[in-house]
Antibody, heavy 118, light 112 residues
């Protein structure tokens, strides 16, 4: 069974940093591109960042470029999101998602990690 | 950025009924390779989103044939027939044709 389990969320002050992790199991992690998607309270889904299967390519939405870093450790089957210079508007639940093709489409999602910047 | 506009914002349906959700994009979702990368997701109350449909009309593994996707270019539709209680929640369309990937604002399906 494919499982994605996020951790590392919580309350953080504006301007500080936080690092989210997403532990993957049930599939060959290093065969898949991965993504982070966020959802502000009572709002819709917003793509944050994508990383290629081998970590060689990364893509970010403009509002997080230069502040967030997506990375992965394929030996540990773990995806990361380093969030620096956090702002109140970054408050959201952050989901890690597996990308599949032809697409991409997000065919597996974690349970989410809540981040509150205040 | 490609703006995805979903209508309606909410829908009330009787069990066993049929509904359609529209998703219009501000630009064509046809990729250079000729494919259209439009997916549909359902977020049930208190849960993470789950994939229903990918590449306009392909049902994901385990998804009932009561769900069907159609459309082309900038005008896409999700139809749900014989609505069941487990279908309730918020439906999102999402495009993967170009960065940044974008989603519609969601359509909430409720019981009448």
């Amino acid at each position: 069974e494919v499982q994605l389990v996020e951790s590392g969320g919580g309350l953080v002050q504006p301007g500080r940093s936080m690092k989210l992790s997403c532990a993957a199991s049930g599939f060959t992690f290093n065969n898949y591109d991965m993504a982070w998607v966020c959802q502000a309270p009572k709002k819709g889904l917003e793509w944050v960042a994508t990383i290629s299967y081998d970590g060689s390519s990364t893509y970010y939405r403009d509002s997080v470029k230069g502040r967030f870093t997506i990375s992965r450790d394929n030996a540990k089957s773990t995806l990361y999101l380093q969030m620096d210079s956090l702002r109140s508007e970054d408050t959201a639940t952050y989901y890690c998602a597996r990308l599949n093709y032809p697409g991409p489409y997000m065919d597996a999602w974690g349970q989410g990690a809540s981040v509150t910047v205040s | 950025d490609v703006v995805m506009t979903q209508t309606p914002v909410s829908l009330s349906v009787s069990l066993g009924g049929q509904v359609s959700i529209s998703c219009r994009s501000s630009q064509s979702l046809v990729h250079n390779n000729g494919n259209t990368y439009l997916s549909w997701y359902l977020q049930k109350p208190g849960q993470s989103p789950q994939l229903l449909i990918y590449k306009v009309s392909n049902r994901f593994s385990g998804i009932s044939d009561r769900f069907s996707g159609s459309g082309s270019g900038t005008d896409l539709t999700l139809k749900i027939s014989r609505v069941e209680p487990d279908d309730l929640g918020v439906y999102y369309c999402g495009q993967g044709t170009q960065y940044p990937y974008t989603f519609g604002a969601g359509t909430k399906l409720e019981l009448k």
